[in-house]
């Protein structure tokens, strides 16, 4: 069996799988578990040692699935492993499928949310090409393999790659530090930008959307960099989301930085207030401790 998934992790905060392929030397088949819900009869099929699973890449395939309906999938051929045993060095599908069969395949779809419903003929027509070919591909990979005594080698790849636990997906604290350009910002702007990337996470958890999709790292950089100490300054920042410009969000984001700010000048020994620092700013738009500027508690 040739096997793939498309999942929404580049959308969703809590990725899932939204679409399994599976092709056959007789057809090619698409499930949709957001409609069938339950797929327990498929577990024994993933983890029957006597049928081989021919998948490319296939650790985050296998990390869906034991994350989202708690299949082990043994007996596995990887593709894109056995063709790094080769020595071939583009691993991207759609050029390996175009080198053997001479195949273009349509990257449109590759970044789309699979989560949403409905699917268009051609995002069906793209995730079908994904595991059609792949039979015949693990064929020729398999020949050179054995010719150059590599398919021992291989097999104990695949079964390293099979049985692998990839952690899930969880917010690391320390993630800040790995913004690009994090290293150019003064010991203020470090401890703001910690704040930020929290107060990221945590509105990317409540709408269960990919952080990045909630404020960019470029955003947070501004923001750390600026220190916007009220509304007309927020505003002014480039790349800020719509929500975050006015009304409640706004309120709370400026709290969340007026936080961040004060305990950040207390450790660096300043006493600074937010009011002090733009003594001629309009009262209407400066902040009081723990208050946004719409009166309400941040």
Same mark, same amino acid.
């Given at each position: 069996?040739?096997?793939?998934?498309?999942?929404?992790?580049?959308?969703?905060?809590?990725?899932?799988?939204? %679409?399994?392929?599976?092709?056959? %030397? =007789?057809?090619?088949?698409?499930?949709?578990?957001?409609?069938?819900?339950? %797929?327990?009869?498929?577990?024994?099929? @993933?983890?029957?040692?006597?049928?081989?699973?021919?998948?490319?890449?296939?650790?985050?395939?296998? =990390?869906? @699935?034991?994350?989202?309906?708690? @299949?082990?999938?043994?007996? *596995?051929?990887?593709?894109?492993?056995?063709?790094? !045993?080769?020595?071939?060095?583009?691993?991207?599908?759609?050029?390996?499928?175009?080198?053997h069969f001479g195949v273009e395949l349509n990257k449109k779809w590759q970044r789309c949310n699979w989560g949403l419903r409905p699917l268009a003929p051609e995002?069906?027509?793209?995730?079908?090409?994904?595991?059609?070919?792949?039979?015949?591909?693990?064929?020729?990979?398999?020949?050179?393999?054995?010719? &150059?005594?590599?398919?021992?080698?291989?097999?104990?790849?695949?079964?390293?790659?099979?049985?692998?636990?990839?952690?899930?997906?969880? @917010?690391?604290?320390?993630?800040?530090?790995?913004?690009?350009?994090?290293?150019?910002?003064?010991?203020?702007?470090?401890?703001?930008?910690?704040?930020?990337?929290?107060?990221?996470?945590?509105?990317? &958890?409540?709408?269960?959307?990919?952080?990045?999709?909630?404020?960019?790292?470029?955003?947070?950089?501004? *923001?750390?960099?600026?220190?916007?100490?009220?509304?007309?300054?927020?505003?002014?920042? =480039?790349?800020?989301?719509?929500?975050?410009?006015?009304?409640?969000?706004? #309120?709370?984001?400026?709290?969340? !930085?007026?936080?961040?700010?004060?305990?950040?000048?207390?450790?660096?020994?300043?006493?600074?207030?937010?009011?002090?620092?733009?003594? #001629?700013?309009?009262?209407?738009?400066?902040?009081?401790?723990?208050?946004?500027?719409?009166?309400?508690?941040?």
């Amino acid at each position: 069996l040739a096997v793939d998934t498309e999942s929404n992790g580049y959308y969703a905060y809590h990725e899932r799988i939204c %679409l399994i392929q599976i092709s056959t %030397l =007789a057809d090619d088949y698409i499930l949709d578990p957001l409609a069938i819900g339950d %797929l327990n009869g498929l577990d024994k099929l @993933f983890a029957d040692p006597c049928i081989e699973k021919i998948m490319h890449a296939a650790s985050n395939d296998i =990390a869906g @699935f034991k994350r989202d309906f708690h @299949f082990q999938v043994n007996n *596995l051929f990887d593709t894109a492993l056995a063709c790094k !045993l080769l020595g071939i060095e583009q691993l991207g599908l759609s050029r390996i499928i175009n080198q053997h069969f001479g195949v273009e395949l349509n990257k449109k779809w590759q970044r789309c949310n699979w989560g949403l419903r409905p699917l268009a003929p051609e995002q069906l027509e793209y995730a079908r090409l994904d595991t059609h070919f792949l039979i015949d591909l693990r064929h020729l990979l398999a020949k050179d393999l054995l010719d &150059r005594s590599l398919w021992g080698q291989a097999q104990e790849t695949f079964a390293r790659a099979s049985a692998q636990e990839i952690p899930e997906r969880t @917010f690391d604290p320390q993630g800040y530090r790995r913004i690009r350009e994090f290293r150019n910002l003064n010991r203020i702007g470090k401890q703001v930008l910690q704040a930020l990337h929290g107060y990221r996470d945590g509105r990317a &958890r409540e709408l269960d959307r990919a952080p990045f999709r909630v404020m960019s790292n470029e955003t947070l950089m501004r *923001l750390a960099n600026h220190l916007p100490r009220n509304l007309d300054e927020l505003q002014k920042t =480039a790349g800020l989301p719509r929500p975050y410009r006015s009304g409640r969000l706004a #309120g709370e984001l400026l709290a969340v !930085l007026q936080k961040a700010i004060q305990a950040a000048e207390r450790s660096c020994g300043r006493s600074t207030t937010v009011s002090d620092s733009n003594p #001629g700013q309009d009262s209407a738009t400066s902040l009081e401790p723990g208050r946004t500027p719409w009166g309400e508690n941040g």
